[in-house]
């Protein structure tokens, strides 16, 4: 299984970045696609999941109304709309696959892909 994250970048606070995460070598019909990110010298936190139908989105509270979550089943494909970038929004971010919200909002994916810089200038 392999995780493809792309789209980090440098942004102006207030700006917007899109990110998205491939998924190749098995078919995730029943898990959870999610973000997660780290920002310098704190722990890995949980950003925001999709149910792979599509139906349940799950943001953490600081990027509620922000971020956006959202899938292509076709591609196999996880996207992260930004919006309102702040510079506390400055860390790599990591895709995962994990069998739960419970599961991602823990950090127990089971699968984790390469992180994404995103750097937010103020």
């Known amino acids: 299984v392999q995780l493809q994250a792309s789209g980090g970048g440098l942004v102006q606070a207030g700006g917007s970045l899109g990110l998205s995460c491939a998924a190749s070598?098995?078919?995730?019909?029943?898990?959870?696609m999610g973000w997660f990110r780290q920002a310098p010298g704190k722990e890995r936190e949980f950003v925001a999941a999709?149910?792979?139908?599509?139906?349940?989105?799950t943001y953490t509270d600081s990027v509620k109304g922000r971020f956006t979550i959202s899938k292509d089943n076709a591609k196999n494909t996880v996207y992260l709309q930004m919006n309102s970038l702040n510079v506390e929004d400055t860390a790599v971010y990591y895709c995962?696959?994990?069998?739960?919200?419970?599961?991602?909002?823990?950090?127990?994916?089971?699968?984790w892909g390469q992180g994404t810089l995103v750097t937010v200038s103020s």
């Open positions: 070598g098995r078919t995730f019909s029943t898990y959870y």
């Open positions: 995962g696959v994990g069998s739960s919200t419970f599961d991602m909002i823990g950090l127990k994916a089971s699968y």
């Open positions: 999709i149910s792979w139908s599509g139906g349940t989105a």
